[in-house]
Antibody, heavy 118, light 106 residues
Framework: VQLLESGGGLVQPGGSLRLSCAASGITFTNYGMAWVRQAPGKGLEWVSEISGSGETAYYLDSVKGRFTISRDNSKNTVYLQLNGLRAEDTAVYFC????????????WGQGTMVTVSS | IVMTQSPATLSLSPGDTATLSCRAGQFVGNKLAWYHQKPGQAPRLLIYGASTRATGVPATISGSGSGTEFTLTISRLQSEDFAVYYCQQYNEWPLTFGGGTKVEIK
C-alpha cells in the first residue's frame, strides 16, 4: 500500500497549485481520503477530506472557498486544488487514507512541500 | 474540538516508561487516535478507539481513557520510541489534532 504525493512547490501569495496523491495497493473507492498539513516546526492540521464516492467533502474553516478536494477513482488519485494561497498555507501537505470517512488515518504519504512567498 | 497534549516535552532514558496525556475540550467518547512522527517522516498510526493498537504496534505501547481524558503509555523506551506523539479526535468535524508531545532522550 502506497500513497505518493506530487505538485508542491514555491508560489507567490495569491497564487495557485494543484496537489495530487496517487494510491496503489488498495481498493481506492472504499476509503475516504484526506489532506493533512504541517507548517515548518509545527504540529499536524487536518485540511480536507473526501468520501470514497467523491460526493461528500469537508474542509477546515480557514481554507473553505480557497481549497477544493476532488478524486478520480479511475486513476486512484485524490487532488487538492489550492487557490488564493497565503503565507500561512506554507507547509508539508500529507495525503492520508482514512479507515472509512471521518475517522483516523492508517496510511500516509511522504508529503509534498508548499511554500508561499514573494 | 480543541485537543490539548501535555507535557510539551518529556525527557527520559532508554528503558524508562513514558506517560503522555491528551485532553479533549468536549466529549469525544472513545474516538481518539494516537500517532507518532519521527523527523522528516510521515506520521504513523499507533492507537485508535482510544485503546486498540494498530497493526504491527508492539504491546509496549498502550492507550487508555474515554470521554475527555486520554493517556498513551510507552513502556521500556527504545531508540525508535523517541519521537513526537500526537492525539487526534474523530468524534466530529473538523477532525483535530493535539499540539504534540516530544519524547526526547535525556
Amino acid at each position: 500500500v502506497q500513497l505518493l504525493e506530487s505538485g508542491g512547490g514555491l508560489v507567490q501569495p495569491g497564487g495557485s497549485l494543484r496537489l495530487s496523491c496517487a494510491a496503489s495497493g488498495i481498493t481506492f473507492t472504499n476509503y475516504g481520503m484526506a489532506w493533512v498539513r504541517q507548517a515548518p516546526g509545527k504540529g499536524l492540521e487536518w485540511v480536507s477530506e473526501i468520501s470514497g464516492s467523491g460526493e461528500t467533502a469537508y474542509y477546515l474553516d480557514s481554507v473553505k472557498g480557497r481549497f477544493t478536494i476532488s478524486r478520480d477513482n479511475s486513476k486512484n488519485t485524490v487532488y487538492l486544488q489550492l487557490n488564493g494561497l497565503r503565507a500561512e498555507d506554507t507547509a508539508v501537505y500529507f495525503c492520508a487514507k482514512d479507515l472509512r470517512m471521518g475517522m483516523f488515518f492508517d496510511i500516509w504519504g511522504q508529503g509534498t512541500m508548499v511554500t508561499v512567498s514573494s | 474540538i480543541v485537543m490539548t497534549q501535555s507535557p510539551a516535552t518529556l525527557s527520559l532514558s532508554p528503558g524508562d516508561t513514558a506517560t503522555l496525556s491528551c485532553r479533549a475540550g468536549q466529549f469525544v467518547g472513545n474516538k481518539l487516535a494516537w500517532y507518532h512522527q519521527k523527523p522528516g517522516q510521515a506520521p504513523r498510526l499507533l492507537i485508535y478507539g482510544a485503546s486498540t493498537r494498530a497493526t504491527g504496534v508492539p504491546a509496549t505501547i498502550s492507550g487508555s481513557g474515554s470521554g475527555t481524558e486520554f493517556t498513551l503509555t510507552i513502556s521500556r523506551l527504545q531508540s525508535e520510541d523517541f519521537a513526537v506523539y500526537y492525539c487526534q479526535q474523530y468524534n466530529e468535524w473538523p477532525l483535530t489534532f493535539g499540539g504534540g508531545t516530544k519524547v526526547e532522550i535525556k
